[in-house]
Nanobody, 122 residues
Framework: QVTLVESGGGLVQAGGSLRLSCTASTRAFGDFMAWFRQAAGKQREFVSQTTWSGTMTYYAESVKGRFTTSTNSARNTMYLQMTSLKPEDTAVYFC????????????????WGQGTQVTVSS
């Protein structure tokens, strides 16, 4: 089975930092990796996209300048370094894999992890 597993979520204060990881069982399921998030009662929202090479990154406007995504292809792992966190960043964060460049909607991704909770207190 192809699996994606997120880790690194937790509780932080506003202005703090957190680093999320997404480890894939294989890289064969897609050319592009992405982060999405879903707050309680809200629709799943695009956060960022990258490639395994790390030469391309694409961010939602809401996180530009605060979040950085990167990869370690040898370890089949993608990271999301989050800084200057705000209460509105509180959500379950999901990693996803797909084949569409700059895909920003969930239906453009074929594989999903189970998510990791990030809670930012004010």
């Amino acid at each position: 089975q192809v699996t994606l597993v997120e880790s690194g979520g937790g509780l932080v204060q506003a202005g703090g930092s957190l680093r999320l990881s997404c480890t894939a069982s294989t890289r064969a399921f897609g050319d592009f990796m992405a982060w999405f998030r879903q707050a309680a009662g809200k629709q799943r929202e695009f956060v960022s996209q990258t490639t395994w090479s790390g030469t391309m990154t694409y961010y939602a406007e809401s996180v530009k300048g605060r979040f950085t995504t990167s990869t370690n292809s040898a370890r089949n792992t993608m990271y999301l370094q989050m800084t200057s966190l705000k209460p509105e960043d509180t959500a379950v964060y999901f990693c996803a894999a797909g084949s569409i460049v700059q895909g920003i909607t969930p239906h453009e991704y074929s594989y999903w992890g189970q998510g990791t909770q990030v809670t930012v207190s004010s």
